[in-house]
T-cell receptor
């Protein structure tokens, strides 16, 4: 069966510090991978998606970047965090484009 | 941009009551997805719908793919306290080369024992 792992679960970082969140998927190959952000009590905003290694599409201009160095690894990064980067970050995978996505447990990021 | 709208925004119900919520869009969707999210967790897929008019159940949950393909409904029968959470509808939005899954703003459900 397929599983998705996302870490860390919680993170407190000072403004201006770098960020690296990692997500890995097991039990499938060539998944579509997604990063979403969820502000408190709000819906999910799609940040990045990837249909293959090295292929990243960005949905909104922001202080973040994503990379996919391996087929089942998706990384969310920032060189310098802003206060507004605080939120709940969710990684997800889907087998094919546009099909149901399955989510990791999320990372609660607080920038102080 | 394209959006999904959900109503109601929040619900407070007594345990044992039935729940109805819906999701609408100005665009046509070929797939409708319903997720539940509990505090501090990632959303969990409840039901996926693939055909207009389709009615699918998962235990006490029943979802329907609207015949116009622009809406979907989720019903929960005989609610229990563990039904508490935020319910999201979602669907793949067609783009020029590939789809992306977008989410509605969610319906927050509170169940009073």
């Amino acid at each position: 069966s397929q599983t998705i792992h996302q870490w860390p679960a919680t993170l407190v970082q000072p403004v201006g510090s770098p960020l690296s969140l990692e997500c890995t998927v097991e039990g499938t190959s060539n998944p579509n991978l997604y990063w979403y952000r969820q502000a408190a009590g709000r819906g999910l905003q799609l940040l990045f998606y990837s249909v293959g290694i090295g292929q990243i599409s960005s949905e909104v201009p922001q202080n973040l970047s994503a990379s996919r160095p391996q087929d089942r690894q998706f990384i969310l990064s920032s060189k310098k965090l802003l206060l507004s980067d605080s939120g709940f970050y969710l990684c997800a995978w889907a087998k094919w484009e546009g099909t149901e996505a399955f989510f990791g447990q999320g990372t609660r990021l607080t920038v102080v | 941009g394209q959006q999904l709208n959900q109503s109601p925004q929040s619900m407070f119900i007594q345990e044992g009551e039935d729940v109805s919520m819906n999701c609408t869009s100005s665009s046509i969707f070929n797939t409708w997805l319903w997720y539940k999210q509990e505090p501090g967790e990632g959303p969990v897929l409840l039901i996926a719908l693939y055909k207009a008019g389709e009615l699918t159940s998962n235990g006490r949950l029943t979802a329907q793919f609207g015949i116009t393909r622009k809406d979907s409904f989720l019903n929960i029968s005989a609610s229990i306290p563990s039904d508490v959470g935020i319910y999201f509808c979602a669907g793949p939005l067609m783009k020029t080369s590939y789809d992306k899954v977008i989410f509605g703003p969610g319906t927050s459900l509170s169940v009073i024992p």
